[in-house]
């Protein structure tokens, strides 16, 4: 297989679109569509569905473009890690974290990066908002399905979806008027649910609304009411009888991922971050940002 096309229907399959991907790497739109289809008519496979105005992946394509990316990835910080090897790992490493997974996971994985390097001088920060790294000087960001940038490379280490959870008592009666809480101003007015009784929807009319994950989490324990919640968040609770498991929530599957200035070369700090962080969640399932956390 022609790596270099499987590199281009990858950008190709990241940013949308042949114009979006062609503008961000610079090169001309007609090679990545040829190279494209190049890759398709050597696998026997149609990878996008090719509309008027819009581009698709196929089932196939969607496939193809989780698995390549990842491995791609993996190719690349390989090569840079050897590159790299040389260097010590030291001086200042800037990070910016959502919320949540700074609450949850980053003391102990700061804790454990300065152990290893110990000439690291290590600076995390909070924040939901997409912070320009360049402009704020940080060397990664983590954030959630973020939106295609060409100044950034970066890979997903973890997945996710939404559950509806609440304390066990609250789902014995008919459950059709639970209490809901919601994070903060969220605006939606019915949650989709896959539950073990088929699709349902689930009426959103909150009692209370929080700032935090993991303060609704801890609302919902103390019967305050139901909430959709990271897998992650809640897995635990729901194998301890904690918390009661209603459903999936439909199209609710996300990804972090951990994002770096792509037009300079990988520095050792950064290089030795990510290494940490796909030795800590080597598969990037939701249980084992769980288990990660409850150990």
């Known amino acids: 297989m022609d790596l270099l096309a499987l590199a281009d229907f990858t950008l190709v399959a990241r940013h949308g679109g042949f114009g979006k991907a062609a503008r961000a790497a610079r090169r001309p739109k007609a090679t990545l569509s040829r190279r494209v289809g190049e890759l398709e008519a050597s696998l026997g496979l149609r990878l996008f569905e090719r509309g008027r105005r819009d581009l698709k992946l196929t089932e196939e394509g969607h496939a193809l473009a989780e698995r390549a990316g990842a491995l791609l990835g993996e190719l690349e910080e390989a090569a840079v890690s050897i590159a790299s090897g040389g260097e010590r790992v030291r001086g200042r490493l800037r990070i910016s974290v959502p919320l949540l997974f700074g609450q949850v996971a980053m003391g102990r994985l700061a804790a454990e990066f300065v152990r290893q390097h110990p000439e690291v001088r290590l600076e995390v920060t909070t924040d939901d908002r997409a912070v320009d790294m360049i402009e704020e000087g940080y060397d990664i960001v983590i954030r959630v399905d973020p939106a295609a940038d060409e100044t950034l490379v970066g890979r997903p280490f973890l997945h996710d979806r939404l559950v509806v959870v609440a304390a066990p008592e609250l789902l014995r009666p008919a459950d059709t008027a639970l209490p809901i809480v919601v994070r903060g101003s969220d605006t939606v007015t019915s949650w989709s649910v896959c539950g073990p009784d088929g699709p349902a929807m689930v009426s959103v009319d909150p009692v209370m609304r929080l700032s935090s994950m993991v303060m609704i989490r801890d609302a919902v324990r103390a019967g305050g009411g139901a909430a959709r919640l990271p897998l992650s968040l809640v897995s635990r609770d729901i194998a301890d009888g ?19 200035p792509s037009r300079r070369l990988l520095n050792a700090r950064v290089a030795a971050w990510l290494e940490l962080l796909r030795r800590s969640f080597p598969t990037g399932a939701p249980e084992e940002l769980a288990a990660y956390v409850a150990g």
């Not at 209603?246 to 994002?259: E, F, N, Q, T």
Request: zero cysteines; proline letters at 0%; glycine letters at 10%.
């Open 242 to 260: 904690r918390l009661a498991h209603r459903g999936d929530v439909a199209g609710s599957d996300i990804a972090l991922w951990a994002l770096y």
